[in-house]
T-cell receptor, first 114, second 110 residues
Framework: KAGVTQTPRYLIKTRGQQVTLSCSPI?????VSWYQQTPGQGLQFLFE???????NKGNFPGRFSGRQFSNSRSEMNVSTLELGDSALYLC?????????????FGPGTRLLVL | SQQGEEDPQALSIQEGENATMNCSYK?????LQWYRQNSGRGLVHLIL?????REKHSGRLRVTLDTSKKSSSLLITASRAADTASYFC??????????FGAGTTVTVRA
């Protein structure tokens, strides 16, 4: 099976712009989670989707949003970018019985905000 | 906020030696997982240990879990250069959220 794919892999934006990141889960996986990784804060949970429904959300401002499509692919959007949004954004997929199961991570999208 | 905290933050060992890192967490869990990350890439799942298990092995990896102390350890035996990476423990705060520790950076010297 193909692994989790994320596009784009690298992105440079300027403050105030918005960005959309995409994640395609492993075939058959219905749960997709998103994480932000920075040197200062480490890995922070953003949100988790299952069957197009957000089941949990981390402690991030409303500028961060996401959605999941009927084919389980997911997108996350960050509006009005700030310098502090520069990070590695990781998505992970799983069967969806609960996040306590093994998560399969994509390679990440590295976002640089100038 | 982070549920798990790894110790030490960094570890440097010679090839062939064992590496041990610890993880402490705050709330009750269903299971605890360990992941490896190579230089800014995605995380790779290493092992999952359930709350009713005390020890688990996978190849050169040995994980222990002490729920009374809310702690876990990961032992890598006979380390290799390819084991150079950051290692994270992750716990389930609830069914739909994984919380990661800050990680232990392991450097294996040839």
């Amino acid at each position: 099976k193909a692994g989790v794919t994320q596009t784009p892999r690298y992105l440079i934006k300027t403050r105030g712009q918005q960005v959309t990141l995409s994640c395609s889960p492993i075939s058959g996986h219905r749960s997709v989670s998103w994480y932000q990784q920075t040197p200062g804060q480490g890995l922070q949970f953003l949100f988790e989707y299952f069957s197009e429904t957000q089941r949990n959300k981390g402690n991030f401002p409303g500028r961060f949003s996401g959605r999941q499509f009927s084919n389980s692919r997911s997108e996350m959007n960050v509006s009005t970018l700030e310098l502090g949004d520069s990070a590695l954004y990781l998505c992970a997929s799983s069967m969806g019985q609960g996040i306590a199961e093994t998560q399969y991570f994509g390679p990440g999208t590295r976002l640089l905000v100038l | 906020s982070q549920q798990g905290e790894e110790d030490p933050q960094a570890l440097s060992i010679q090839e062939g030696e064992n590496a041990t890192m610890n993880c402490s967490y705050k709330t009750s869990i269903n299971n605890l997982q360990w992941y490896r990350q190579n230089s800014g890439r995605g995380l790779v799942h290493l092992i999952l240990i359930r709350s009713n298990e005390r020890e688990k092995h996978s190849g050169r990896l040995r994980v222990t879990l002490d729920t009374s102390k809310k702690s876990s350890s990961l032992l890598i035996t006979a380390s290799r250069a390819a084991d150079t990476a950051s290692y994270f423990c992750a716990t389930d705060e609830n069914d739909y959220k994984l919380s990661f520790g800050a990680g232990t950076t392991v450097t294996v010297r040839a």
